[in-house]
């Protein structure tokens, strides 16, 4: 019996906004809520865990690509999937994680494969551990040996416990994969595991540079969006 997920629908546009939710309730047995703002959005998301929030991106106030980017601050991070009228944001959505862009009006097949993924890409583990496919093997171990995520050209290297190894998936997708209290994406390239962060120094305009555990003498960039997380994150 296929899962029942709980969405979030937020929609300036209340006629939008209901469509997209009785899309969502007939697609499956989902229990959705709709509200009418980004930052009631937020609200709703204190109350209580979500496992998706649909998002229109043109909000007055909060857009949905800031609430994308206050979910990727989280330690369970809900997936967020971006809706919209128009494809101008595609870039900008994928580049600060966004699960999925959906374009206006909402087409029924299209929506129903968005929650397919949802369903299927739980965290592949298998007891405490996480597949990573690399070339022509998948590497299995447990998620405290990765260290650091480095997005690079059309994959991601992994530096782990065991030797760095190549990725054959975006950084978005890698971090699906992984335990959301663990990792945090700190730039458009760099995921680290917050376990393994040993200083924390200031950078340049807001930035930040954090310096690892292991390997020795890492040290990776913090965007200046990313760096008020770390900071709550590691209560600085």
């Not at 991106?57 to 128009?86: E, F, Q, T």
């Amino acid at each position: 019996m296929t899962r029942t997920l709980r969405l979030l629908v937020a929609d300036d546009d209340p006629q939008a906004a209901e469509h997209l939710a009785g899309l969502l309730r007939r697609v499956g047995p989902h229990q959705v809520d709709v509200v009418a703002s980004a930052q009631a959005a937020l609200d709703r998301l204190r109350a209580g865990p979500l496992d998706a929030l649909f998002l229109d991106v043109r909000m007055p106030g909060l857009s949905g690509i800031d609430v994308l980017r206050s979910v990727n601050a989280l330690p369970r991070r809900p997936r967020v999937v971006l809706v919209s009228g128009y494809d101008d944001h595609v870039l900008e959505a994928f580049e600060a994680a966004a699960f999925d862009y959906l374009l206006k009006p909402v087409d029924e097949v299209r929506l129903g494969r968005t929650l397919d993924r949802l369903l299927s890409e739980e965290p592949s583990q298998h007891g405490g551990r996480v597949a990573l496919p690399a070339g022509d093997r998948t590497v299995v171990l447990p998620p405290e040996d990765i260290y650091y995520l480095q997005a690079r050209g059309d994959g991601v290297r992994a530096v782990t416990r065991v030797g760095a190894f190549d990725v054959k998936a975006t950084l978005a997708q890698v971090l699906r994969r992984l335990p959301a209290s663990q990792f945090l994406r700190v730039h458009r390239s760099y995921a680290v595991n917050l376990d393994h962060i040993r200083e924390v120094h200031p950078y340049f305009s807001g930035t930040l540079l954090l310096r690892l555990d292991d390997p020795p003498g890492t040290e990776i960039p913090v965007s200046r969006q990313a760096a008020r997380a770390v900071k709550l994150l590691l209560h600085l």
